[in-house]
């Protein structure tokens, strides 16, 4: 089974420029979740997609971050413009539905560590 | 409000010597435990799932317990190989977000040749 793919999976820019980050979920996993993880910290969500609708966005900064799901499958998280705190490893997760019994948890790709200067 | 906490922040072991990292959580509606181990540069790679007090999961060197408040992770005879962060998140009975997950800040495991 592919696991979570994302890229790139290093990104280096200047604070006011923006910034993309891809992910393609596993095949079947109709639940897609954003984390950031900043140094020495566990992830915090961002953002919860259950097929192409945002579930859950209570945590995502929505002045300067946003995210989609086309057609249920790859997503994107964009962030315009970046602050020098947004520094940080952005994990791309996915899942099962939330009506089916999780045993593995998330799914998490490896990563893509921003930072900002 | 949900929190889940993590203890010790880091410890290093000497190869072969056994420990033990805490997992405590006050989650309402407790749907599952999890343990994580997270490589540098990588992304969080599961380990075990507990969902009830008193159960236990185990994976070679590793065995993971559960009681009402809190998650054990023990470490037998400790290779090099196991150094990592090791995480802990729990899955609250949130009813609209279904799988929302509260991470703790993790342990990161040195074990010494």
């Known amino acids: 089974e592919a696991g979570v793919a994302q890229s790139p999976r290093y990104k280096i820019i200047e604070k006011r420029q923006s910034v993309a980050f891809w992910c393609n979920p596993i095949?079947?996993?109709?639940?897609l979740y954003w984390y950031q993880q900043i140094l020495g910290q566990g992830p915090k969500l961002l953002i919860q997609?259950?097929?192409?609708?945002?579930?859950?966005d209570s945590q995502l900064p929505k002045d300067r971050f946003s995210a989609e799901r086309l057609k249920g499958v790859d997503s994107t998280l964009k962030i315009q413009p970046a602050k020098l705190e947004d520094s940080a490893v952005y994990l791309c997760?996915?899942?099962?539905?939330?009506?089916?019994?999780?045993?593995?948890?998330?799914?998490f790709g490896s990563g893509t560590r921003l930072t900002v200067v | 409000e949900d929190q889940v906490t993590q203890s010790p922040e880091a410890l290093r072991l000497q190869e072969g010597e056994s420990s033990s990292l805490n997992c405590s959580y006050t989650?309402?509606?407790?749907?599952?435990l999890f343990w994580y181990r997270q490589d540098p540069g990588k992304g969080p790679e599961f380990l075990f799932t507990?969902?009830?007090a008193g159960e236990e999961k185990e994976k070679e060197r590793l065995k993971a317990t559960l009681t009402k408040k809190e998650s054990f992770l023990h470490i037998t005879a400790p290779k090099p190989e196991d150094s990592a962060t090791y995480l802990c998140?729990?899955?609250?009975?949130?009813?609209?977000?279904?799988?929302?997950?509260?991470f703790g800040t993790g342990t990161s495991l040195t074990v010494i040749p």
């Open positions: 997760a996915s899942s099962l539905p939330r009506a089916v019994q999780v045993p593995y948890g998330y799914t």
């Open positions: 095949s079947g996993h109709a639940t």
């Open positions: 997609f259950q097929n192409n609708g945002v579930v859950d």
């Open positions: 989650v309402s509606g407790l749907r599952g």
């Open positions: 507990l969902y009830s």
């Open positions: 998140a729990v899955q609250a009975s949130v009813q609209l977000t279904g799988n929302q997950f509260y």
